[in-house]
């Protein structure tokens, strides 16, 4: 699995650097903590030779009451530094983790139509988690645990230095291993142990989204014990990385604390040596202890801290995949916004087929010209390309050959935002929000005030059902609109729609989920509607398009027959030459034929 380890350290400096002021006063805060604490053990060498001498030393009593003075105005100028430090260092990290989220919220929903078809959505959004977490710890990793060990690590070997430089060279060569071993030991580790960790919680989560996701599934063909065992499966991978990686750090633990017993045992070693020779005082032995018992636990934490910072890596890793994909459809530099005043679409040569299927267009040489008014529906055969025509006219897959013109605009360079602003859409299978029926109407025009809310639904009949409701228009509708039935998602689809009130409308059996009796009262508002907009129409259902202006019909990709339902039942046919073995003229016939009761067998 490729690494980002470095993208995503710029990734976060590139939001980290929008508050330069909170850095600064954060780390300017730590210095003054650091060097103050590492002053205090100083003082204690002149407190420790003051009282080895005895009270009755000369000056001992004033020497001890400034030394005890120094001791105290340290402390509090460590307190004041700690307090600054750690203030502003919350206050940078809080904001860069609220704009972290907005933009890996961004890059997700940048992402193509394609990319979500091919993603668990519990396991993108246990990506972005993880990505603003592996932040927060790292930020409290660094500033807590790495850059006081720098700092401390540094002030040590340096008063070692000065006080022998056997134990300045001893120390600074020990670190300078310990480091360099640490940190090839961690890069080792993030290979072998948390990338795949990283991918194997993924997994986890992803099971358990979709099993919650297909809860009903499960009941209705009884598959509890199959779904246990797979989800089981999942995390026991996982169990067994986890304990790996585990299992790796105990072993690297106990070799570093080796390492450092035998350093602590050589220093002392020396210590006692120039004890003897009358160059050591007990204030040095206090001072070089103390400062050896703070590298010990800053190195100690470092092997942690390292290991558990490439860790974090490996847990971002996966969301800064996405961060850096380029979305397969984008917008061109410097595009503009789609400006539509009539609402005539025409496509020309469009040809298209989904990645991997290159050998069979779905979509072959298509063209079609629909004048601003018209009200045309596309039909046929399931699998001819039907959909796939509006996911190309919303651009949600650019074309591999020709192109689409809205007034003459080429939808290529326009911007995706404002061509879908432009265009209505009612889906065949409607997804509504966990939220209130209000906000999902009101989603077609968020500005839209609570009566025109209101009308929209009382022209697609849903008022009704709504008013019923405990909480009416303030009822929240269950993930992806659940707690409602088919045919009243599919009323408050429309009642969006009618609400965004766009020059373009399209319907993708859009009554197909309703009862008879919804049916026809929803065909009234759709007739009021459709009145002065360019419609486009998919059915299965050839009852529902009788009275379109003009009726395409559709097989393998290619328009077979065109024309009004009455020309299309009966002569005066027209449609395009057969190329591809297609049924050609007859084929809409043959389809309404066999409707029985309005209904078109699949």
């Known amino acids: 699995m490729k690494t980002y380890t470095g993208r995503t350290i710029r990734y976060f400096y590139d939001h980290i650097r929008a508050y330069k002021g909170a850095l600064a006063l954060a780390l300017a805060g730590l210095l003054i903590a650091i060097s103050t604490d590492m002053g205090l053990p100083l003082v204690m060498k002149g407190f420790v030779n003051l009282l080895a001498g005895g009270p009755s030393a000369q000056g001992a009593v004033a020497e001890i009451s400034k030394l005890f003075a120094a001791f105290v105005f340290l402390s509090m100028i460590s307190w004041i530094g700690w307090r600054i430090g750690s203030t502003f260092h919350a206050l940078l990290e809080v904001r860069v983790m609220k704009d972290l989220s907005e933009s890996c919220f961004a890059a997700l929903h940048r992402q193509s139509f394609q990319f979500f078809n091919d993603q668990f959505v519990g396991a993108l959004v246990k990506r972005v988690t993880r990505m603003v977490c592996a932040f927060e710890e790292i930020g409290d990793k660094v500033f807590y645990e790495f850059l006081p060990l720098v700092l401390r690590t540094a002030v040590v070997i340096t008063v070692l230095w000065m006080m022998d430089a056997k134990f300045g060279i001893l120390v600074l060569g020990w670190v300078i291993l310990y480091i360099g071993f640490t940190v090839a030991i961690s890069r080792y580790k993030m290979r072998n142990y948390d990338l795949p960790k990283a991918q194997a919680d993924t997994a986890v989560t992803a099971r358990l989204a979709d099993t919650v996701a297909n809860h009903t599934t499960i009941r209705f063909f009884a598959r509890f014990l199959f779904e246990k065992d797979a989800f089981s499966g999942a995390v026991d991978k996982w169990r067994k990385i986890q304990w790996g990686a585990w299992r790796f750090d105990l072993i690297i633990d106990s070799f570093t604390t080796a390492l450092m017993i035998g350093l602590d045992a050589g ?57 850096d994909k380029k979305p397969a459809v984008r917008d061109r530099s410097g595009a503009s916004d789609l400006k539509v005043t009539r609402g005539s679409v025409e496509a020309k040569g469009v040809s298209f087929s989904y990645t991997g299927e290159e050998e069979r267009e779905v979509i072959r040489g298509l063209s079609f010209k629909v004048k601003a008014g018209e009200k045309v529906a596309f039909v046929g055969p399931s699998g001819g390309g039907k959909t796939t025509i509006f996911k190309l006219l919303l651009r949600l897959f650019d074309l591999k050959h020709g192109r689409i013109l809205i007034d003459g605009q080429d939808i290529s360079g326009v911007r995706q935002d404002s061509l879908r602003a432009q265009i209505a859409m009612v889906p065949q299978e409607p997804v509504l929000f966990h939220r209130s029926l209000m906000e999902n109407i009101r989603y077609g025009k968020p500005d839209a005030t609570d009566e025109e809310v209101r009308a929209a639904a009382k022209l697609a009949h849903c008022h009704e059902f709504i008013s019923g409701f405990p909480e009416g228009y303030g009822t929240f509708v269950g993930e992806r609109g659940v707690k409602l039935s088919g045919g009243e998602r599919q009323r408050v689809a429309i009642a969006r729609a009618i609400l965004a009130d766009t020059r373009i409308l399209v319907l993708d059996e859009a009554t197909s989920s309703l009862d008879s009796e919804s049916e026809k009262l929803i065909k009234d508002a759709l007739v009021n509607l459709m009145r002065g907009k360019t419609v486009f129409v998919i059915a299965h259902r050839l009852s529902t398009v009788m009275d379109m202006d003009r009726i395409f019909v559709l097989e393998k990709g290619r328009i077979v027959e065109e024309g009004s339902h009455a020309e299309l039942t009966g002569g005066g046919v027209r449609h395009e030459p057969d190329e591809a073995g297609a049924h050609g003229a007859g084929l809409y016939k043959k389809l309404w034929e066999m409707q029985a009761g309005g209904y078109l067998g699949e």
């Open 267 to 323: 220093i002392l070693y020396y210590a006692i040596l120039a004890w003897q020779a009358g160059t050591f005082t007990p204030g040095d032995l206090v001072l070089l202890q103390s400062y050896l018992m703070t590298l010990y636990q800053q190195l100690f934490g470092f092997g942690r801290t390292l290991r558990h910072l490439y860790e974090l890596f490996a847990n971002a890793n996966e969301m800064m995949e996405i961060c």
